[in-house]
């Protein structure tokens, strides 16, 4: 089956003004400032990869009604699906590590990094990590019980027996 990639350049759709697009872009993805400068900056960005045709549409529709142009490009079919790592694997590509070359003057902060080199899972993949075994603990509950939906969570106070001090004895002179 092949996969797809959404990649956008930050074109806008004719009738629809470059800040209009900012905005419903940055509703649809969920977010502002840098992220959308990288978006709308002109370069080829990959918002996602490895879909298979009709989830790569459901993008392309999105964002096209966002106000926004972007193409679903097939990708390599030689490169093959990220799979977890063992222990002994991931220490592996831990000591490997990849030299990330500046692409604009923001990332030159960024020239001398040495970064590992992880791959991204596809799409659905289970990224949680094992499962412990749930182990209850021998704790009695019986004497809880839940309040009906809607019921005042306040705490009871309690009555006070208000008594009336005998003030029979006193007297009111002019």
Known sequence: MPLFEIAFQGQVRSGVTQDQARARIGQLFQVGGEQLDVLFSGRR??????LDES????????????????????????????????QAEQATVQ???????????YMAA???VEAP??????????????YDTFTPLPIDLSALSLAPPGA???????????RVPDTDHLKLED
């Open 45 to 50: 960005v990959v918002i996602k990869q490895g």
């Open 55 to 86: 989830a790569a549409e459901k993008y392309r529709q999105a964002i096209e009604r966002a106000g926004a142009l972007c193409s679903i490009d097939p990708m390599d079919a030689a490169a093959e699906p990220v799979r977890p790592h063992s």
């Open 95 to 105: 000591s490997q590590s990849s030299h990330v070359e500046p692409r604009d003057a």
């Open 110 to 112: 960024f020239r001398n």
């Open 117 to 130: 080199d992880f791959g991204i899972a596809p799409a659905g993949a289970d990224m949680q990590d094992d």
């Open 152 to 162: 005042d969570l306040d705490q009871l106070k309690p009555a006070i027996d208000a």
